[in-house]
């Protein structure tokens, strides 16, 4: 019986460490970091979706030039127009010429939405593939210079769940980034030095600080019920930016673009917006490195070991005690380091030890009959 139970406790520990670190814990996570942030005023990564009146499957190169013009100044930290536009080599489009030939417009970057069986310039995508043989979706273009494109899917009806795959494949086995790629290595360059990323069986997206996301088939984000991201009509912008002008102070443009990602598009760019926010917070998101890991696993199983001889009373005291200490940990640490402190590990421990306590009376009881 002993040996079972040890067995068991060896199990669950394995379990809880593979579903913490390989990114199965996010769905609890993503509560406790937007509560931390929220007490701690610490900024998560934003994305903010500018919706554009649209023709078809098309949005105005004039309304395009607008909202840009609107965000000078404002430096999110990146803009994706997410749907085709019209033809640009004909009007009064220079601001969009600029920023589809440089990838930039008066220091903000930008990235351009095309379909892929639109020829266009991407760029190489720094991830490895295992296996190489993974399927993802082709593209007519080349990786080349300029690269101020990202390929994304055409959507087939707008009440339906956004397609967004991360990479595509040229016909010459070249990886290319999509638009939303585009977006999440944008952000890890800023946080980081980028690192190249691996894929693993085709789901498994494993970043360069360890986290990991779990990809749908051809590498899309898998679609979830997230919370919602920031959105605003075009209208909206051009009315605060023109009141603005005019002297008054409008903190919310401020709030709606520093350092965040923009899409504009339609109204599917709501849904993408949200989906896109939810992997930034994700990837950006800080664990503890694995000896300090291995570290609190060890100290906090020693410490239930412990309390696991005192006596009922004792135990519960001692159980409470450890939780709001585990639990003040955890909102010093994120203030003062940005780390996340483990939830599933810590919960499994507590678990195994109120079942060992549970077993261990039982035992006793049918030992010593009345």
């Not at 640009?88 to 417009?105: D, K």
């Not at 003062?336 to 599933?344: A, H, W, Y």
Request: aromatic share 8%; hydrophobic share 50%.
């Amino acid at each position: 019986m002993k040996r079972s139970f040890l067995f068991l406790v060896s199990l669950t520990l394995l379990i809880a460490v593979f579903l913490e670190r390989g990114g199965f814990s996010w769905e609890l996570e993503r509560p406790l970091l937007h509560w931390l942030a929220k007490k701690t005023d610490h900024p998560l990564p934003g994305v903010t979706a500018v919706i554009l009146p649209m023709t078809g499957e098309l949005i105005a190169p004039q309304d395009v030039a607008l909202a840009l013009r609107a965000m000078l100044g404002f430096h999110p930290s990146l803009i994706l127009i997410a749907a085709p536009m019209g033809d640009l080599s004909n009007g009064p489009f220079s601001l969009l010429r600029e920023a589809s030939r440089e990838g930039a417009i008066q220091g903000m970057n930008c990235c351009f939405g095309v379909f892929p069986k639109q020829p266009a310039l991407y760029q190489e995508a720094s991830v490895h593939l295992l296996p190489r043989e993974t399927e993802l979706t082709v593209v007519a273009g080349e990786v080349g210079v300029p690269n101020a494109s990202g390929f994304m899917l055409p959507s087939s009806n707008k009440d339906d769940a956004p397609v967004m795959p991360l990479f595509g494949m040229t016909s010459h086995g070249e990886i290319v980034s999509s638009l939303w790629w585009r977006a999440l290595e944008a952000y890890e360059k800023n946080k980081n030095s980028i690192k190249p990323v691996f894929l693993l069986g085709k789901r498994m997206l494993v970043l360069c600080n360890k986290n990991v996301i779990w990809l749908g088939s051809r590498s899309c984000l898998i679609q979830k019920k997230v919370p919602s991201a920031k959105m605003i009509s075009l209208e909206d912008v051009l009315l605060l930016r023109e009141e603005m002008e005019r002297g008054e102070m409008r903190p919310e443009l401020e709030m709606l673009f520093r350092d965040r990602t923009v899409i504009l598009g339609g109204e599917e760019a709501i849904a993408q917006a949200a989906l896109l926010q939810d992997a930034e917070q994700q990837m950006g998101i800080n664990h503890l490195n694995a000896p300090i890991y291995g570290l609190l696993l060890v100290m906090l199983t020693m410490g239930m070991m412990i309390a696991l001889r005192f006596s009922e009373i004792d135990f519960w005291f001692f159980l409470f005690f450890l939780i709001v200490v585990y639990a003040f940990s955890t909102f010093i640490v994120f203030n003062f380091l940005e780390l996340l402190m483990p939830l599933v590990m810590p919960s499994s421990i507590m678990i195994i030890a109120l079942l060992k306590r549970e077993w261990g009376q039982t035992r006793n009881s049918s030992r010593n009959p009345v």
